[in-house]
């Protein structure tokens, strides 16, 4: 089992930042890949941006060039930093943690984030 906490959702101007926080625990020796996907209201769930615990890093399009994922691997932690945000970018965001070697992955239980207009 995985535990995924995160944090730094808010309400934010368009325009300005938020960061998000992802801390895995639990069983994460084989824990691969992070993610944070978000999901609108009357939206599917979309890939925001990923990145694995070597380094390689895969984006949605609408927020490239806006939003940047790094991980600490000694922290197990996960981060969004999301730049210039735009209404659109409204939605909860969720965390993912995949272990590709046992076919599983777990997901948090989402941070909302809001930008006003």
């Known amino acids: 089992q995985v535990q995924l906490v995160e944090s730094g959702g808010g309400l934010v101007q368009a325009g300005g930042s938020l960061r998000l926080s992802c801390t895995a625990s639990?069983?994460?020796?084989?824990?691969?890949?992070m993610g944070w996907y978000r999901q609108a209201p009357g939206k599917q769930r979309e890939l925001v941006a990923s990145?694995?615990?070597?380094?390689?890093?895969n984006y949605g399009d609408s927020v490239k060039g806006r939003f940047t994922i790094s991980m600490n691997n000694a922290k197990n932690t996960a981060y969004l930093q999301m730049n210039s945000l735009q209404p659109e970018d409204t939605a909860v965001y969720y965390c993912?943690?995949?272990?590709?070697?046992?076919?599983?992955?777990?997901w948090g239980r989402g941070t909302q984030v809001t930008v006003s207009a």
């Open positions: 639990g069983s994460i020796f084989v824990v691969n890949t």
């Open positions: 993912r943690a995949q272990r590709p070697f046992l076919d599983d992955d777990y």
């Open positions: 990145i694995t615990t070597g380094g390689s890093t």
